[in-house]
């Protein structure tokens, strides 16, 4: 089992950046798809962008293609989500996931494939 403690939250301006970032307990983070997902008030929780446990395969939600960059970095077990051109949509409280399958070479796609979750950050963007 591992544990996701998030961090890197905050107020953020339009057109700005901000970088969370993820820390993973344990010695088997490299076996770990790892996801970043995000929950706005009244709204479910949606995928961001994730990153598969080899070859670092990427899937991102269309909606941060260009602006956002998921990266991990397996020897400080931390998952990365660079957020740069930050629009007020992207307000909301953003989640850690983790999951283990090694049969799985692709990046994952939905909350209901992540078996370990952050406690969230809030990340608020002001226009």
């Known amino acids: 089992q591992v544990q996701l403690v998030e961090s890197g939250g905050g107020l953020g301006q339009a057109g700005g950046s901000l970088r969370l970032s993820c820390a993973a307990s344990g010695s088997t983070f490299h076996n770990y798809h790892m996801g970043w997902f995000r929950q706005a008030p009244g709204e479910e929780r949606d995928v961001v962008a994730t990153?598969?446990?080899?070859?670092?395969?990427?899937y991102y939600v269309d909606s941060v293609k260009g602006r956002f960059t998921i990266s991990r970095d397996n020897a400080k077990n931390t998952v990365y989500l660079q957020m740069n051109n930050l629009k007020p949509e992207d307000t909301a409280v953003y989640y850690c996931a983790g999951k283990i399958d090694r049969t799985q070479l692709r990046a994952l796609m939905w909350a209901h494939e992540f078996d370990y979750w952050g406690q969230g950050t809030q990340v608020t963007v002001s226009s």
């Open positions: 990153i598969s446990w080899i070859d670092s395969n990427t």
